[in-house]
């Protein structure tokens, strides 16, 4: 990543919400519905704003360090052997993370529209689109998010707002489901829904105003979170507990089950629409952000040569799941219940060793200048 690279702050909003309300379109509701009952909504409000009093903390520590990302941060606390480490855990965070949602979205598309075309098929054409969008660069991929986001949040608003008058309030009844404990419970594991915050810290220093990418952050996380919120509560309110577990694709069932009189039907094919963009571009930012973590941890020169390798890497990783039940299985039983350790612990240590080393560091020059 070359440093004449350039990202506004919307552009840069509008990418964090792709990569946030991305999984809105495959399982989230489905998943806090199996986990919270009831209470689904409860606890995704619940951790969206434990995600933003942390990320509060997070930016405030970060202050120490202006125009630095979370990998020049770890080498000013631990060395280059800290950046390399730090590198890699990020870089395999993406690494595991992004052939499942490849594989899951490949399934899914395969169910809904491309019945008989073989899963290795779907998940090669997906692969091309990944590879053309990251082997643009991200400064097209942020200004192509910066375009298609707000189209995407407006149609997604418009099944979300077209379900209304299915609402039946008794279906969020009992309001705390399993209850206070069960719910505080299951919030922690599923901090992991912002796990892709993390690629805020590695735009920082490319940011047209640095100053900034704490707003950045705060706007994307509240309004993911009143995405994850009213969707999951709009679910719900339509399809009642435990009904609402039942469906591979909640939002898909939403749009599906829509009617407006005679002639107004076939919703679904918005959200068609919608899904297949949304998964291009979050693809494609997955596997640009992968061979960036691998160029900077190593200190090479370019990245787009990686680019092709990484692809066929994530393209094999993707095959290895028998079906879209095992996909679910490795993201919900592993990545979700560690992901938000690395998205959260590793750079709050990073922060931390690198702050009290700098205040060392000058403490020492300090009292140099004073003895001489």
Do not use: H
């Amino acid at each position: 990543m070359k440093q004449k690279i350039k990202i506004g702050n919307f552009e840069a909003f509008c990418l964090l919400i792709n990569l946030f309300c991305s999984k809105l379109i495959l399982d989230f509701p489905r998943n806090v519905a199996e986990e919270a009952g009831t209470a689904a909504w409860i606890m995704v409000l619940l951790v969206s704003a434990a995600v933003f009093v942390i990320f509060i903390i997070i930016a405030r520590i970060y202050k120490n360090f202006p125009q630095k990302d979370i990998l020049d941060v770890a080498e000013s606390g631990i060395g280059e052997a800290g950046k390399i480490i730090a590198g890699m855990l990020f870089m395999l965070q993406f690494l595991y993370l992004i052939p499942i949602v490849l594989r899951e979205f490949a399934e899914d598309i395969k169910v809904v529209s491309l019945t008989t075309t073989p899963i290795s098929i779907i998940i090669a054409l997906f692969c091309i689109g990944m590879l053309t969008g990251a082997f643009l660069g991200i400064e097209t991929l942020v200004r192509i998010n910066a375009m298609a986001v707000p189209v995407l949040a407006a149609a997604f608003i418009f099944i979300l707002l077209l379900s209304i008058p299915r609402f039946d309030l008794s279906k969020i009844a009992p309001w705390l489901g399993p209850g206070p404990l069960v719910i505080i419970k299951k919030a922690v594991p599923n901090i992991s829904a912002y796990s892709e915050l993390v690629a805020l810290l590695f735009i920082i220093p490319f940011l047209n105003e640095k100053a900034n990418y704490a707003s950045i952050g705060k706007y994307a996380i509240l309004v993911s979170g009143s995405f994850f919120t009213f969707s999951t509560l709009t679910y719900m309110l339509v399809y009642q507990y435990p009904m609402a577990t039942e469906f591979f694709l909640p939002i898909y069932q939403l749009a599906r089950s829509i009617r407006i009189g005679r002639f107004f039907s076939r919703i679904e094919a918005i959200f068609i629409l919608v899904w297949a963009s949304s998964a291009f571009l979050y693809l494609s930012s997955g596997l640009y952000f992968i061979s960036y973590l691998f160029k900077k941890s190593f200190g090479l020169k370019t990245q787009k040569p990686l680019l092709i390798p990484f692809t066929i890497l994530i393209f094999s990783i993707a095959m290895i799941p028998e079906n879209l039940y095992t996909a679910l299985q490795l993201e919900l039983s592993y990545y979700r219940n560690y992901a938000w350790i690395i998205t959260i612990i590793v750079p709050l240590f990073l922060l931390i060793t690198a702050s009290v080393r700098t205040k060392v560091e000058r403490r020492n020059i300090s009292n140099e200048a004073d003895n001489k």
